[in-house]
């Protein structure tokens, strides 16, 4: 069973358009660890934040804001005002930890194209 | 702070043979972890080394294989190559204390 998913495929928005994009997860674990990484077409991964299960704050970074819900199983991305240079590849992963392996399960990602 | 490095950038290998690809990890920073990226395939988890040692392995036949040296530099084998082997090849570290990893550039690896 997939263990993250990313529904959204592709997204195109217009430059200042806001955009959201939605990660589902599932695990059975009380602790564990929720990511997004952003991934330009240079094809490295930059990591953009980490939520732990157990802080269910919302959080704002400039532009870039995350609303982790646990009722929903869901951590959203939002991107505020977009801009050309966020056209990239967007992926949500999520890991239970070193003693379960630390393996991070990453979603298939979400392609997100900013037209100027 | 150096990043995450990886080499080679990119690998042209002919079906049968073996291709070594090497990371080194931030500094400070005692595991690695190796994922591929196929085309339309997202990442998928190979290879977490901690400390020296393999501590999990992804769904991966037993031609991928690696290590980790005691600078935590680790290589990634893979013997044997197929053509389904072509792909990005995704190193991350991770420190001690921390949940988050790190990735480098990749290396991407054609197998032909």
């Known amino acids: 069973a997939q263990k993250v998913t990313q529904a959204q495929t592709e997204i195109s928005v217009v430059e200042k358009e806001d955009v959201t994009l939605d990660c589902v997860y599932e695990t059975r674990d009380t602790t564990y660890y929720l990511f997004w990484y952003k991934q330009p077409p240079s094809g490295e991964l930059v990591f953009l934040i980490r939520?732990?299960?157990?802080?269910?704050q919302n959080e704002i970074s400039g532009r870039y804001s995350w609303n982790f819900q646990k009722s929903t199983s869901s951590f959203n991305f939002t991107i505020t005002a977009s801009q050309v240079v966020d056209s990239a590849v967007y992926f949500c992963a999520l890991s239970e930890g070193r003693n379960t392996g630390n393996q991070f399960y990453f979603g298939t990602g979400t392609s997100l194209t900013v037209i100027p | 702070e150096a990043g995450v490095t990886q080499s080679p950038t990119h690998l042209i290998k002919t079906r049968g043979q073996q291709a070594t690809l090497r990371c080194s990890p931030i500094s400070g920073h005692t595991s690695v972890y190796w994922y591929q990226q196929a085309l339309g395939l997202g990442l998928q988890f190979l290879l977490w080394y901690d400390e020296g040692e393999e501590r999990n392995r992804g769904n991966f036949p037993p031609r991928f294989s690696g290590r980790q040296f005691p600078n935590y530099s680790s290589e990634l084998n893979v013997n044997a190559l197929e053509l389904e082997d072509s792909a990005l090849y995704l190193c991350?570290?991770?420190?001690?204390?921390?949940?988050?990893?790190?990735f480098g550039p990749g290396t991407r690896l054609t197998v032909t």
């Open positions: 939520r732990n299960s157990f802080d269910e």
């Open positions: 991350a570290s991770q420190g001690p204390s921390s949940y988050e990893q790190y």
